[in-house]
């Protein structure tokens, strides 16, 4: 029989439900939702995260940008903030978690006994405001231009200075006196503590 046929039967298109985009996640919560902790199988997390989509979880995903070299090329590629681990926003009384358990690439549901735990509310929720578009974490600290910063580590710790400039790629220019004149210093801003 051919699609043209009378007599054949239509093959019927089963909708999956739409779940979040990674990183997009609705401040809206429904009755019930905690976020909970997923283990998943070892580099497994992108496949876990479309397997649990699909069931229709919500899915937060947080990641960061890393510089990988490799063959003397320098590439930036997205690496899981916490390797291993995905969270979920799901109702356990449901007992959706069961499901959850038996995803292709989730180990499971981090538990305590047979019931899995949900996270304190608002661990997860300052995670997604530090979070920009696709879930990437942001790192760059709230600085200002102009604004007084210490310096953490390094050979000019505890040196208190003028933020001079500051980049999307987390480098830092930081003025500082020094002998009696101001001397322009680059570092990275994980470096850098606002000054009291």
Known sequence: MTA??????????TMLPQASVIGT???GRVAGDRWYVAYTQSRAESRAVVHLERQGCIVFWPRYRKTVRHA??????????????????LDASRNLWRAVNGTRSVVGLISQGETPQ??????IEDLIE??????????TPTFKIGQAVRIANGPF?????????????????VL??????????TLRCEALIAAA
């Open 25 to 27: 996640v609705s401040s």
């Open 72 to 89: 003397r090329r320098k590439k930036s590629v997205l690496a899981p903030l916490f390797p291993n681990y995905l969270f979920l926003r």
């Open 130 to 139: 530090r979070t920009i578009a696709g879930g990437v974490f942001d790192w």
């Open 176 to 185: 500082l006196g020094m002998l009696g004149q101001a001397v322009s210093v």
């Open 118 to 123: 949900p996270l304190p509310h608002g661990v």
């Open 157 to 173: 710790a505890d040196l208190v200075g003028k933020l001079e400039h500051l980049d999307a790629a987390g480098r830092v220019r």
């Open 4 to 13: 043209d046929d009378p007599g054949s039967t239509p093959r019927p298109t």
